[in-house]
């Protein structure tokens, strides 16, 4: 599968809103009084909902010819665990020891209460795992599971497979929202709405390239509308920066989740037509997104520990904008390694050993 541009980009794009919006915290613990970070930047929290679209777009393309061949469903499980558990380990490990050295700085909104068992397996649980921001990690293995299965089935029933799934999760979130299992409340979490979008966009984007004369979308509305979306999710207050682990509400999953669908299939579309060229920042951006997601909630962690051991703890606005000076380029930079020497040379050695080719493919964050 080739590589769209514009994807790698919005991955990009996604993790600098989950920066952004997760700055608001740190801000707050370690830089009390005013700041100068925008109210906006609780809207960040829907980077996430862009991966788990983007997530659904690219499984699909990368997937394509692959539905009801044997064999495809165990390439694709020992692929997606190759993708996502080695590097976790490594932030799970890191994480782990100071756990064990000092448990009060990990963990502390939940008086540090973990699973460890299920924190390494990425499996559901009543409390956050180990790594706060492997929550996610949580939903896109399940999303992976339910993907493996619908690869079984012969090509012109995965529109059907994909769209069955969506009312049924749609239908069970109308119909009961009372407490459940934490097992039960990945099954049916409304962010599955928002992958099965993505996957469904893939679909139609590989129709409209394959058969552009009887697939002729025009980009320029189907993008109008995507942002027409992403503008009244805006302005209405639909992202309030609530908890989104329990549940999210129908309309965030099909208005944000619908808007950011259109936005990538229209950029998809375009680029396939016009080859535009994509910001290399931004691409880089995309390629290290996964390690970026995965280690910046740690490196603001320890900037900010760092700022207030250095008396820095007076506050205010020039305290806040000099600690971001400082600690934007850090995070980047971190991610970066992070990319360059853990996540690269991981995926590269593992997919070499098992033989499994490797799918350039977002994951959340």
């Not at 990690?137 to 012969?154: G, K, S």
């Not at 908890?243 to 299939?265: C, E, K, N, P």
């Not at 996964?290 to 910046?296: A, D, E, G, T």
């Not at 740690?298 to 305290?319: D, K, Q």
């Amino acid at each position: 599968m080739h590589k769209i541009s514009s994807l790698q980009a919005a991955r990009g794009l996604a993790a600098l809103a989950v920066i952004a919006f997760h700055s608001l915290f740190i801000n707050a613990k370690y830089i009390p009084g005013a700041t100068w970070l925008p109210d906006i930047f609780v809207f960040g929290q829907t980077g996430v909902d862009l991966f788990f679209v983007i997530s659904g777009f690219v499984m699909v393309l990368a997937s394509a010819n692959k539905f009801g061949v044997r064999g495809e469903i165990f390439n694709f499980l020992k692929g997606r665990a190759i993708r996502i558990y080695p590097v976790y380990w490594v932030y799970f490990f890191a994480v782990l020891l100071v756990f064990m050295l000092k448990p009060g700085m990990v963990n502390s909104s939940q008086a540090g209460e973990v699973n460890l068992l299920h924190s390494f397996l990425l499996l559901p649980d009543a409390n956050l795992p180990l790594v706060l921001v492997a929550w996610s990690l949580i939903h896109e293995v399940w999303f992976y599971l339910v993907f493996a299965f619908i690869l079984l089935l012969p090509q012109r029933w995965v529109p059907l497979a994909f769209a069955a799934w969506l009312c049924s999760v749609a239908l069970v979130s109308v119909l009961y929202s009372g407490p459940v299992s934490p097992y039960l409340r990945t099954v049916k979490h409304e962010f599955s709405i928002e992958f099965i979008l993505g996957a469904l966009a893939g679909i139609v984007y590989l129709k409209a390239i394959s058969e552009p004369s009887k697939w002729r979308l025009p980009t320029g509305t189907v993008a109008l509308f995507g942002i027409c979306l992403i503008a009244y999710a805006v302005i209405s207050g639909l992202i309030d920066g609530s908890d989104v682990i329990q549940s999210i509400s129908l309309s965030r999953a099909f208005i944000v989740g619908g808007g950011y669908t259109l936005l990538l299939l229209a950029l998809a579309l375009q680029e396939s037509k016009s080859q535009w060229a994509v910001p290399g920042f931004l691409k880089s951006l995309g390629d290290m997104s996964y390690s970026l997601y995965l280690s910046h909630i740690l490196t603001l962690s320890v900037c900010g520990r760092i700022w207030t051991a250095l008396g820095n703890a007076e506050g205010g606005i020039v305290a806040s904008v000099l600690f971001w000076a400082i600690s934007l380029p850090v995070v980047i930079i971190v991610g970066y390694l992070s990319y360059k020497l853990i996540e690269r040379p991981l995926n590269k050695y593992l997919s070499r050993g098992l033989k499994v080719k490797r799918i350039s493919q977002p994951v959340v964050n």
